[in-house]
């Protein structure tokens, strides 16, 4: 009879699972591993916590806690981060990832490897478990129908796969689903009623540029009235490096920005996000900054853009105007713990 042992996370493990990740999550969509990149996103990630990343490995008895006897068996791998300085993360635990080789795929297992990171996360004083976009470990995912395009991050919990459907029936909810989104940039074509538009918008005095910090002004305080601090160092990081991006300027104030844009190597265009200052809104510079972001992206050689958004965000109809299709979707998934 198969006897498994509990454990927290052990180095000698890291080949097993490895295989383990290929395995099992890549049915779910998520791009392969090596002993590197696996490293990488788990391991050197500044959040990783051994104490609270979980295996279950096959042995021959030993007590749960124990290290694992057989590191060629991992049958049984999951990962949870905290973080004082994360969004929620005085109240929130994320729960990264959950893997059982399909040889034992049954909800006890999976229980008992929710069970450790759940108890976890309250031993740190967490009161709610988050399957949500805001987790710091990033795992990339294959984007369908596509010859190996892939996207930087899954944004919560595949809607078609077993652990999202056990994560359901055991005090999870299900608050948003996110669309991961995909556009071949090879026929891309700015619309012509998005010209128009632009030229509506130039009668007003509003011009779509690559930005110059000699030409234009208030930038950081436009993205500070934006409220996203990610965005403030990325852009504040684009300025001084002379990393391109897109500026919506009137009469040299900053009024929007679109980008950065920058083609990694992989192919993928890699931006930040659009902004538009509320005072400037109403105008259609949102929509003319996204297209003519995607517009550059193909101008630099980029082959494909990939994003992800909520179900309900009225920009779904801004991206499949351009072209997006929806690639996959993830659920983002909230328990409340309770006192064990």
Known sequence: MLKLTLSTWQDNALEAAVALWNRTAVKDGYKEMTAGSFNRIFLQNPYFDPACTFLLTESDGGSAGSAPSSL?????????????????????GYLTTLLLD?????????????DAVEQRFRALGKTQAE?????????????????GHEHNNAPGIPVDSAL?????????????????????????????????????????GYRVEWYDGKRYTGLAEMLTILGNPAWVKELAWCAEEGIPFLVAAHQGRTAGFA???????????????????????????????FFRLCDAFRGI?????????????????????????TAKQFGVLRKVLKES
């Open 259 to 289: 980008g950065p844009v920058i083609r990694e190597p992989r192919g993928r265009g890699y931006f930040a996000g659009i902004g538009v200052n509320p005072e400037d809104e109403g105008k259609g510079l949102g929509s003319i900054l």
């Open 72 to 92: 060629s068996s991992v049958l049984g791998f999951a990962c949870g981060v905290t973080g004082e300085d994360l969004p929620l993360g005085a109240d929130a």
């Open 301 to 325: 050689g980029t082959e494909y853009m990939s994003l992800f958004t909520g179900e309900a965000n009225p920009a779904l109809k801004i991206y499949h105007k351009a072209g997006f299709r």
């Open 131 to 147: 399957a949500l976009f805001f987790n710091p470990v990033k795992l990339p995912w294959l984007i369908p129908g596509t010859l």
């Open 164 to 204: 999202h459907r056990f994560l359901l029936e055991h005090g999870y909810a299900e608050r948003a689903r996110q669309n991961g989104m995909y556009l071949d940039l090879s026929a891309f074509a700015i619309p012509p009623d998005i010209l128009e538009k632009e030229q509506q918008a130039e009668q007003l």
């Open 102 to 114: 399909e040889d034992i795929a049954n909800d006890r297992h999976y229980s008992i490897l929710l």
